[in-house]
């Protein structure tokens, strides 16, 4: 059955209800429940879409709905075709006696949306797609892996240290789709079936958009999930980081140490267990003694302060009992509290329920901003669990299932939405997971606990990639990777180098990292507090030996040179959605090989860079779109529209400016 209501297409069928409607330019949401009634939530879709007139024609055997340029035709049983300009684009996957969009084999008895329901629960949902084999797929977020077209990969929809789950794609046919719905489940692109499956949930909610470019698609996309905020200027040089400043003299060392050796820094990181027990969230007092006043020394040299804050509680903690009293922590479905088990018996937030955030910024507002702190760290962010075991938790929103991947947004609100509130400017917090729409809480995310390893590199490049292209613009990386067995290792130094040199041309440069071997004693032999827990061996650009602390001091003179141009590229970000790090076919989407060249990026409009991916390589070819070329190494102008061949030693990397576009 057809029915027109509020400007959107209802189609009734075998007790499921089918919701179109236009939503924003060139957009559809589609919803679709076996309940009474839609639920209130609108996840990722934030921002209230632009008025939008939607055409709706019906017969007897199938009904449209147009919203510009994309519509969606549908048959009485509910079976949807998206098309552009008139044209399919794809369909659903249906194999069934009636409703058959295509004359495939009807006996199979696959239905386009499978719900499967829990014994006393929701709906674990299904919904095929038909599939083009030659389509390619980009976005999803962060996956470490090596395919940055996601065509025949498998996704799992879960937040883990350093895998992020965003549920928006592009297609190279023209369109985008976000998977609206935070439930833990999974995406298959395959070559015969394009498949979703989201665990526990009550309905299904998604969103299409069409274009002509994956810009203007992003620019759709941003406009109904939010766009990133205004960026800091003071923020586009060096952030300084490592595994761990241990107290408050290390700090304003390393701070001083670094106007001695004339590396500027924006940002100096303390990292965790600068505390007493974890879920105290506040500095230990014997070797922080008086942190105002380190803050506000930094602050004099310039340098703003990045403090790391856990959603980890251990049951020491001074607050414990009283947010387990105050229902504010994840809940477990059977056995003992436990969620996390690093350095303590703990038990996370549960970031979902208001209260809780309102809580945990109480407790930052009053150790932390107080005392001058600029940003906060969002550590383990996922929340990174014992196990990854989903149908064990529960949260105020619903069950882990049904909703943790959104958990991440919420943390990092609790800190964002409310320093709105006390009037702070464009804050900006690092953060290691985010979901469909964080790129609007100022979130700076950083692709997690990668190793040091050549392959690492080359997976990072293709995460900036589909991160940038699921609308998060602000990625970044620690530098030289988090796991380092031997800092003295030259090969480690050599990845270190290749790694600077990338990172330079990224949203943010930031030297952090887990430098071993351990052999530096702990300062003291408590068990709890900022004294007993490993730490690892220096990591300031001078701290790697003169040759290469001049090849990474003259790479972050290249960067700040960049400031006004990186600054703009934070603007774009800001107005379209516009990555900082883009794929090629982001700037040249005519060009049909850019489609398929994953080695290398555009930083921004400008410049296209071809890091070294490989170790004891020194040369590699590259790709130049038709147009002109500077050569940023030697000042030759190329000729674009080929792939040429290029010396690159350690010290250098290969970045090419675009100075024509004929």
Same mark, same amino acid.
């Given at each position: ?5 509020? +400007?959107?297409? #209802?189609? /009734? ?5 089918? !919701? ?33 007139d ?11 709905i ?6 969606? /035709? ?11 300009d ?9 194999r ?14 696959? *239905? ?13 949902i299904m ?16 996956? +470490?892996?090596a ?8 996704l799992?929809?879960? +937040?883990?240290? &350093? ?38 949930? /009550?309905?299904?909610d ?19 999930? @939010? ?42 990181v303390?990292?965790f ?23 506000d020394?930094l %602050?004099?040299m310039?340098?703003? *302060?990045?403090? &790391?804050v ?28 436990q ?17 809780? !955030? ?13 005392l001058?702190?600029?940003? #906060? ?8 669990y014992?196990k ?12 882990a299932?049904?909703? &943790?991947n ?8 609790? #800190?964002?939405?409310?320093?709105l /509130? ?20 100022g ?6 606990d990668v ?5 690492s ?12 292209l ?7 990386t620690d530098?030289?990777?988090f ?9 480690? +130094? ?18 952090? @990292? ?5 052999d ?29 602390f001049?090849?990474m ?14 600054a ?40 296209? *860079? ?16 038709? @147009? ?13 529209g080929?792939?040429? %061949? ?11 400016? !675009?100075?024509?576009?004929?």
């Open positions: 059955m057809f029915i027109r209501k509020d +400007q959107a297409l #209802i189609v /009734k069928h075998a007790g499921e209800t089918l !919701r179109i409607e236009a939503w924003g330019k060139d957009s559809l949401r589609i919803r679709s429940t076996m309940y009474p009634s839609f639920s209130e939530h609108d996840w990722a879709l934030t921002q209230t879409p632009q008025d939008s939607s055409v709706i024609e019906r017969n007897e055997n199938e009904a449209v147009r919203n510009g340029r994309i519509s969606a /035709k549908v048959n009485p049983q509910g079976v949807m075709e998206i098309q552009k008139g044209k399919m684009i794809f369909r659903e996957y249906y069934n006696y009636e409703g058959t969009l295509s004359k495939e084999s009807r006996c199979l008895k696959y *239905v386009n949306r499978d719900y499967r329901s829990y014994i006393g629960g929701d709906y674990r919904q095929k797609f038909d599939s083009d084999p030659q389509e390619m797929i980009f976005g999803m977020g962060q996956y +470490q892996q395919n940055t077209n996601l065509k025949g990969c498998i799992d929809l879960e +937040q883990r240290n &350093s895998q992020v789950s965003v549920p928006f794609f592009i297609s190279s046919k023209g369109y985008g789709f976000l998977w609206n719905n935070p439930a833990i489940g999974r995406a298959s692109f395959g070559t015969n079936i394009t498949e979703f499956t989201a665990e526990a949930v /009550k309905q299904l998604e969103w299409v958009t069409v274009s002509d470019t994956p810009k203007e698609i992003l620019k759709n996309y941003v406009d109904v999930t @939010g766009k990133a905020p205004e960026f800091p200027e003071d923020l586009l040089g060096l952030w300084q980081c490592k595994l761990r400043y241990r107290t408050q003299q290390e700090v304003l060392e390393t701070a001083k140490a670094c106007k001695e050796h004339d590396v500027p820094i924006n940002v100096i303390i990292d267990f600068h505390w007493t027990y974890q879920g105290d969230w506040k500095f230990d007092p014997i070797y922080w003694p008086n942190p105002k006043a380190m803050v020394e %602050h004099s310039g340098i703003k *302060v990045c403090v &790391s856990w959603p980890s509680v251990d049951k020491k903690s001074e607050n414990y009992a009283d947010m387990m009293e105050r229902g504010l922590l994840i809940r477990t479905e059977r056995g003992g509290f969620t996390y088990d690093y350095q303590g018996d703990c038990t996370e937030i549960d970031a979902t329920n208001p209260e809780t !955030r309102e809580y945990l910024y109480q407790k930052v507002k009053e150790n932390y901003l107080d001058g702190i600029d940003m #906060i760290w969002l550590d383990n962010a996922e929340p990174d014992v990854y075991d989903f149908d064990q938790y529960r949260y105020w929103l619903g069950t299932l049904s909703c &943790s959104i958990w991440p947004q919420f943390y990092s609100r609790a #800190i964002y939405d409310n320093m /509130k006390d009037d702070k400017k464009n804050p900006v917090n690092l953060i290691r997971s985010a979901w469909a729409g964080s790129q609007q809480y979130n700076v995310v950083w692709s997690g190793p040091s390893t050549f392959e590199l080359r997976d990072q490049l293709q995460c900036g990639i589909n991160m940038g699921a609308g998060i613009p602000w990625w970044t530098i030289g990777g796991m380092t067995d031997d800092v003295n290792d030259p090969k480690f +130094q050599q990845l270190l180098i290749r790694w600077f040199e990338f990172a330079t041309y990224t949203a943010i440069l930031r030297m952090h @990292g887990d430098r071993g071997p351990y530096i004693p702990p300062l003291d032999d408590r068990d709890f507090g900022g004294g007993y827990l490993k730490t690892g061996h220096a990591n300031e650009l001078w701290s790697y030996g003169e040759e290469n001049r090849i001091k003259k790479f972050l003179d290249i960067r700040l040179s960049m400031h006004d141009y990186i703009l590229l934070f603007n774009e970000a800001h107005e379209n959605g516009s990555p900082i790090l883009r794929a090629m076919f982001y700037e040249f989407p005519e060009d049909e090989t850019c489609w398929k060249t994953y080695d290398q990026y555009m930083f921004g409009d400008k410049y296209l *860079v071809a890091p070294i991916l490989y170790e004891d390589t020194y040369e590699r070819d590259v790709y130049l779109p038709v @147009g002109s070329w500077l050569d940023t190494r030697t000042s030759e102008i190329i000729k674009g080929k792939t040429i %061949h290029t010396l690159v030693p350690l010290d250098e990397i290969a970045v090419y400016e !675009r100075i024509s576009e004929e």
